[in-house]
Every structure is written in C-alpha cells, then in structure tokens.
C-alpha cells in the first residue's frame, strides 16, 4: 500500500471497522456537541481520500490494533468506490467543521442547525457502512457510473454493483457450506 496513492484493492472488513471507529466519534460529537472532533474526523478523511489508507490515522490504528483481533478473512472490494465514499466523508466533515467554526465566530445558531444536520449524516453513513456493509458513498459512485459522470475504466469492477453483492453473497455461502 503505497502512501502517495489509494490502492485498487482494500479489505472490506478493514473498512467497515474504519467505518465503526467513524460512527463511534460522530455520534460523540452528536452527543456531546463536541463539534471540534469534526475537525479531526475532516483531517483523517482528506487525507485517506488524497493519499490512500496509510495516510489516515484512524486507517492505521484499525490496521494496527483491531484489524489484527478480527478473525474475519480478508474480504478484497474496489478500492476506487472507498476513496469516493471517503471524499465524500471529507466533504461533510469539512463543511461542519466550517460551520462550527463560523458559529463561534458569528454566534449563529442556524450554523450550529447545519453542524447537527451533517452529524447525523455523517452517524447514518458510517453506521450502514460498519453495522450492514452498505456503502452509501460507494452507491453514489456506481450511480454516477452508470450515468457516465465517472468513466467505467477508473474502476471495472464498480459497473456493476450487484455483480459485487452476488460475489459477496456467494462467497458466504461457500463460508457456510465450509
């Protein structure tokens, strides 16, 4: 895993553990108004989104320190539809932290309402991520493929969503039948 770029392939499970360590300080932000941790989370995004996983702090504590206790296998997915899903996170958690610090500065509780709004997206999509696999940003991105907004070359096997879910699900039942 290279640090100056995001790799083709990640580990699903090691993303929806980045997922659940998200969702744990986004709903400690939501419940403690502590809006400063939107700044950390915006930190951690951007640089995941710019520079891959090994850029990102809470990606390398995950790899680090829980991913190693999982006994889960390996599940490879689309690096490509991960590094949308996490400029997407970058974005919200940008624009919150611009809007917290605007509501220190002005006062304005209409930039707190926002604040609390980007919370709760950002407590929704990290929980689908972590607690049902669903990526929502991950979603968007074969959205946009199909409309030809994001070419089918940037990521071959992100043309097909489903194909993906069939892949998924046919490898649980191997599991299973194991």
């Not at 996983?53 to 889960?72: C, D, G, K, N, T």
């Not at 030809?148 to 096997?157: D, K, R, S, T, W």
Request: aromatic share 6%; net charge positive.
């Amino acid at each position: 895993m290279s640090s100056l770029r995001f790799p083709a392939v990640v580990d699903d499970v090691t993303v929806r553990l980045i997922a659940a360590v998200v969702l744990v300080v986004g709903v400690i932000a939501l419940a403690t108004s502590q809006w400063w941790l939107y700044a950390v989370l915006a930190v951690d995004f951007s640089l995941r989104a710019a520079f891959g996983p090994s850029a990102s702090p809470i990606a390398r504590l995950v790899q680090r320190w829980i991913r190693p206790s999982v006994p889960a296998p390996k599940r490879p997915t689309a690096g490509a539809p991960k590094r949308f899903a996490a400029t997407i996170g970058a974005v919200m958690t940008v624009a919150a932290t611009a809007l917290w610090v605007l509501s220190l500065v002005t006062g304005s509780s209409g930039a707190v309402v926002g604040v609390v709004v980007i919370g709760a997206v950002m407590v929704v999509f990290p929980a689908l991520e972590s607690i049902f696999g669903i990526c929502v940003g991950c979603i968007a991105f074969a959205g946009l493929m199909r409309l030809g907004v994001i070419p089918e070359e940037v990521c071959l096997e992100c043309a097909d969503i489903t194909k993906r879910r069939e892949r998924i699900l046919a490898e649980r039942a191997e599991r299973q039948a194991a």
